[in-house]
């Protein structure tokens, strides 16, 4: 069975470093995987897709990921973290039966 | 082109009521699925619907709680008798086809 583990619950860093949130998976096929956003009180935004295109996924604000079958690995990264970047990520994948499996999240903290 | 609606935004009900969450799914989207999320944790898939018929249902707790997603109007999610563990966030997602799902803002009932 495709499960999602997104390694930290929370995450600080501070304005204009590196941003990783990491998410591992395991899928016994090809997997569509996901990372989405969530706003306080909002609904989930998707950020970006993987779907056996290109293992570099480009996104949405300036995020992307990065497929890694050895690794199973779906790591997002942003260059530089904006104080708008301060929400809750999750990483998901979507399994045979077509539902979106969700990791637990990891609260983005930026500090000034 | 409207996103996924859902209200209400905020539901309060008292233990032993209904709560009635409606989603009206992006226009010419015919796949609707509900999700739930508990405090600090991801969402947890509840049950996927096309037009008038309930096609997975595996994430939805045998009893009190039931959906549906009638030819015409929003698609319908019922929980009978509410109880303090039902307080959670409610998604709503729908899709045009098996691909990427997007969200609605979601219904945050509380139980009191």
């Known amino acids: 069975a495709q499960s999602v583990t997104q390694l930290g619950s929370h995450v600080s860093v501070s304005e204009g470093a590196l941003v990783l949130l990491r998410c591992n998976y395991s899928?016994?096929?090809?997997?569509?995987l996901f990372w989405y956003v969530q706003y306080p009180n909002q609904g989930l935004q998707l950020l970006l897709k993987?779907?056996?295109?290109?293992?570099l996924v480009k996104g949405i604000n300036g995020f992307e990921a990065e497929f890694k079958k050895s690794e199973t690995s779906f790591h997002l990264t942003k260059p530089s973290a904006h104080m708008s970047d301060a929400a809750e990520y999750f990483c998901?994948?979507?399994?045979?039966?077509?539902?979106?499996?969700f990791g637990k999240g990891t609260r983005l903290h930026i500090l000034p | 082109n409207a996103g996924v609606m859902q209200n209400p935004r905020h539901l309060v009900r008292r233990r032993g009521q209904e709560a009635r969450l409606r989603c009206s799914p992006m226009?010419?989207?015919?796949?609707v699925y509900w999700y739930r999320q508990l405090p600090e944790e991801g969402l947890k898939f509840m049950v996927y619907?096309?037009?008038?018929?309930?096609?997975?249902e595996s994430g939805m707790p045998k009893e009190r709680f039931s959906a549906e997603f009638p030819k015409e109007g929003p698609s319908i999610l019922r929980i009978q008798q509410v109880v303090r563990g039902d307080s959670a966030a409610y998604f709503c997602?729908?899709?045009?086809?098996?691909?990427?799902?997007?969200f609605g803002p979601g219904t945050r009932l509380l139980v009191l």
């Open positions: 997602a729908s899709s045009p086809s098996k691909e990427t799902q997007y």
């Open positions: 899928s016994s096929v090809p997997p569509y």
């Open positions: 619907l096309q037009k008038e018929n309930i096609i997975d």
């Open positions: 993987y779907t056996s295109a290109a293992t």
């Open positions: 226009k010419g989207h015919s796949h």
């Open positions: 998901a994948v979507r399994n045979r039966d077509d539902k979106i499996i």
